[in-house]
C-alpha cells in the first residue's frame, strides 16, 4: 500500500517570489509519481509526473519537482509565482505494479498575494 | 476542458434516497475511474472500470455501485444515502499507454440533507 504526506495545509507567498510544495510518500514498491492541481470549482489537471529517468521533471506553467528517493520525497517548485497560480496542489503517487489507481495527499493549498 | 463530462453538476437529496452520478470519459479513453472529494477524507479512489470490466476497487462503501456501459460511459449509483456520503465526486479517464495521467472531469457535487 501506499501514503502520501503533503507537509503544508496552506502556503501563502506574495507574487514573484519562488515556492516550494513538500511531498513525502511511503511505499513497499516502487511507484511512480505526480502532482495535479485543482483550480477554484474545476477538476484536477496533471502538473507533471516522474515515471523513471531524470529525476528532475518539469511541468506546465513553468511548475518543476524533484524526486529523490532516499528521501522518499517528490517537492514540486517554481521559482516566481503569479496570481494565476492560486490553486489547490495535490501530490498523488501509484504503484508501477498493480492497479492503477492514484493515492492523493491532502493537498497543500497555495494563495498568491499581490 | 479536460474532455471528460459529468452530470449533474449539483445534486441535493435526502437521508435514505438513491442517486446516480454519469460520467463520460475522452473520446477513445477506455479506463474510468471515480473518486470522491470530502473536507474530513481528502480524495480516494472508489473504483476503476476498463472497457466495460472492474479492474481496481478502493474504498467504495457496499451502498455504492459502478458500471461502465458498452459506449464507455459510466454511471456510479449511491444508495441508503447518509448525511456522510455529502462530497464532491469525480471521474476522470485515460489512456492505458501513459501511468496515472488521468483526465478528471468537473465533478458532481452531491448534498444529502
Known amino acids: 500500500a501506499q501514503s502520501v504526506t503533503q507537509l503544508d495545509s496552506q502556503v501563502p507567498v506574495f507574487e514573484e517570489a519562488p515556492v516550494e510544495l513538500r511531498c513525502n510518500y511511503s511505499?513497499?514498491?516502487?511507484?511512480?509519481l505526480f502532482w495535479y492541481v485543482q483550480y477554484p470549482n474545476q477538476g484536477l489537471q496533471l502538473l507533471l509526473k516522474y515515471l523513471s529517468g531524470s529525476t528532475l521533471v518539469k511541468g506546465i506553467n513553468g511548475f518543476e519537482a524533484e524526486f529523490n528517493k532516499s528521501q522518499t520525497s517528490f517537492h514540486l517548485r517554481k521559482p516566481s509565482v503569479h496570481i494565476s497560480d492560486t490553486a489547490e496542489y495535490f501530490c498523488a503517487v501509484m504503484g508501477i505494479q498493480g492497479a492503477q489507481k492514484l493515492v492523493f495527499g491532502q493537498g497543500t493549498r497555495l494563495t498568491i498575494n499581490p | 476542458d479536460s474532455g471528460v463530462t459529468q452530470t449533474p453538476k449539483h445534486l441535493i437529496t435526502a437521508t435514505g434516497q438513491r442517486v446516480t452520478l454519469r460520467c463520460s470519459p475522452r473520446s477513445g479513453d477506455l479506463s474510468v475511474y471515480w473518486y470522491q472529494q470530502s473536507l474530513d477524507q481528502g480524495l480516494q479512489f472508489l473504483i476503476q472500470?476498463?472497457?466495460?470490466?472492474?479492474?481496481a476497487k478502493g474504498n467504495i462503501l457496499e451502498r455504492f455501485s459502478a458500471q461502465q456501459f458498452p459506449d464507455l460511459h459510466s454511471e456510479l449509483n449511491l444508495s441508503s444515502l447518509e448525511l456522510g456520503d455529502s462530497a464532491l465526486y469525480f471521474c476522470?479517464?485515460?489512456?492505458?499507454?501513459?501511468?496515472?495521467?488521468?483526465?478528471f472531469g468537473p465533478g458532481t457535487r452531491l448534498t444529502v440533507t
Open positions: 476522470a479517464s485515460s489512456a492505458t499507454s501513459v501511468p496515472g495521467e488521468q483526465y
Open positions: 472500470y476498463y472497457n466495460g470490466e472492474e479492474r
Open positions: 511505499s513497499s514498491v516502487s511507484v511512480y
